[in-house]
């Protein structure tokens, strides 16, 4: 899915006006209507912005997109998530008299 169709998609999915997601990334209706046309592409950054906006996974606005690779991305950082909060856990448990 080209990229146009699937920022069309998530903002509609989210309930989001052009205005509203213009607004928070600080860029005019005019261009978010571009962008969804397909007219022209905002930048990787403001894609990434975009994607944190409409909570979609990193990458995901993407031409190239791989869900299958991002959900495993997204297991392994929970699972990291947790390794590092267990290793806190044990590290306060140390302390404690």
Known sequence: MIFA???SEARK??????KELADK????QSAIKSWELGRHVPPENIQRKIEQILELP???LSTNY???ASDIML?????????EG???KRCLS???P
């Open 58 to 60: 990193f990458g995901a």
């Open 66 to 68: 791989d869900q299958g």
């Open 86 to 88: 267990m290793e806190k």
């Open 13 to 18: 999915a989210k309930s989001m006006t052009r």
């Open 25 to 28: 990334v600080m860029r005019s």
């Open 94 to 96: 140390c302390l404690s």
């Open 5 to 7: 169709k699937k920022l």
């Open 75 to 83: 297991r392994l950082n929970q699972a990291v998530n947790t390794l």
